[in-house]
């Protein structure tokens, strides 16, 4: 009996395509237990997303782990000879502390792994897979390539200091552009090296296109040897490389993917449905001189794919603006590159209203919900006050900072204030992501006040010793005996994307971007 897979979840579906694709290339499967011991997740930390695991202790006195990862299982087994290079592909799942639910989430993968003796041929085959299996959701799909062997090659050329890298690489990441040049000039670099590192920026686009230009501003050995293997495997790639682009601010975690690196989009799902890379030192922290490379697809981003692959492309761009005064300056400002709308959305009852002419859509939110619309793909870009954006940790790119209520981040207290480090300092604050982490930089021991307004009377009161604030004109403050006794982040209306609109929309949201950049210095 032939089976129906129209009657399949699009996470089932895919799940008995791939295990085919996988064994017809040579991939057997590999079997992860369901918990390990804990000194494999202790002793690689490093080489986890998260260092949260849940423990508990079996019935021989061993601590052991639920499964957090699955590459750190087949490293550890796999053990591949000289030479030999062990194929496996996988079905598990894994448990991981969720950002949006505060608590432990099993997230359900499948991927592969290729261990030992990796060749260029072996990265191309993995690479191929990897296309291939975005090619069967069924839905227009992207899979963005980068190196960092070209990245690190040109932090090593401008001699960033390794402290530094982090920050830099987490800009990067997210396209910061503008926090990323202050962060450069922070870093030790001049105004040419903060350009250079700023200018990964714009090689991103069509693999040859792109590739061409980064020829053109290599500083090293490494960049150059980084992008010949690139240029290898886009020919080796052939026909399947159509739907690969190059994205060379696309940054893995340095002390993971040590080359190849790759992302993959596909329309309907709001985040990155696959990623992978090139892993040599964890896999040498099992077999000497092995190399490692693979990817894993995560299966419960699928359900909100796009139905087919021959539907129309969405051209429509969704725009989240905060309520209240920054939404209507936010409004304001792109009204004036082009895109206002003929219906006021302060005058009309409608939820959402809209420009068919220049194909937006915009809807207002509370302004802490613009991040998380975003994020979550219900809305592709949206403009939000920096301090709501560091507060959520929105996964976004943050685009553009348009300079509107502009505000700092602050320390306030009495005017006399002097800290007791003998004790936990206690902290008033909204902000509590933004305090804690403000505090655990500076090795501060803190017990967090979470307020909701008024955070001013903490301090008069006697409820906290210090608040963690916005202040604008400090006013508030001057008018009842408190002070700022420290600014530490500057507050703005930020521009932010939707990962994967920013793939599948990108003509559409950098030209909006472009327009609003000119609409400012007007």
Known sequence: MELDLTRFSPAERCTLQLRALYEQAGYRKFRCARFEEYSLYQQNQKF??????????????????????????????????????????????????????????????????????????????????????????????????????????????????????????ELLRDKNAHELRQAALSAGLDEEGADALCGLLSLHGPFDTALAQARTRCRCQAQSDALDELEALYKDLGTDAATVRLDLSLAGDMEYYNGLVFTG?????????????????????????????????????????????????????NIALPKGRLGDKAYGLLAKAGYGCAEDYNETRKLVVENPEAKVRYFLVKPSDVAIYV???????????????????????????????????????PKDFVDDESRALRVATKFVSIAREHYEALGRDIDIIKLNGSIELAPILGLSDVIVDIVETGTTLRENNLAVLEEFMPISARFIANRASYQFKYRQLTELLAKMKEALKV
């Open 375 to 413: 994020e979550h793909g219900a809305a592709d870009i949206g403009i939000v006050g920096k301090d709501i954006l560091a507060e959520s940790g929105a996964d976004v790119y943050e685009l553009m900072d348009t300079g509107m209520g502009k505000c700092r981040m602050c320390v306030a207290g």
């Open 265 to 317: 989009y596909a329309a309907g799902a709001a985040r990155a449905v696959l990623k992978g890379g090139r892993y040599d030192l964890l896999a040498r922290r099992f077999t000497p001189g092995a190399c490692a490379l693979g990817f894993a697809l995560y299966l419960d981003e699928l359900e909100r794919l796009a139905p087919s692959a021959g539907a129309e492309p969405d051209t429509w761009l």
């Open 48 to 169: 986890l997303s998260d260092a949260q695991v849940i423990t508990f202790t079996d019935l021989d006195g061993k601590l052991r782990a639920i499964r957090p990862d699955v590459t750190l299982s087949i490293a550890k087994n796999a053990q591949p000879a000289p030479g030999e290079c062990k194929r496996y592909y996988y079905t598990e799942q894994v448990c991981r502390p969720s950002r949006e639910s505060h608590t432990f989430a099993e997230i359900s993968q499948m991927g592969l792994e290729c261990i030992g003796a990796v060749d260029a041929d072996r990265q191309a085959e993995v690479v191929r897979l990897a296309v291939d299996s975005l090619a069967s959701l069924g839905t227009r799909t992207f899979l963005e390539v980068s190196h960092m062997g070209y990245l690190t090659g040109l932090l090593d050329a401008l001699g960033v200091d390794a402290a530094a890298r982090p920050r830099l690489l």
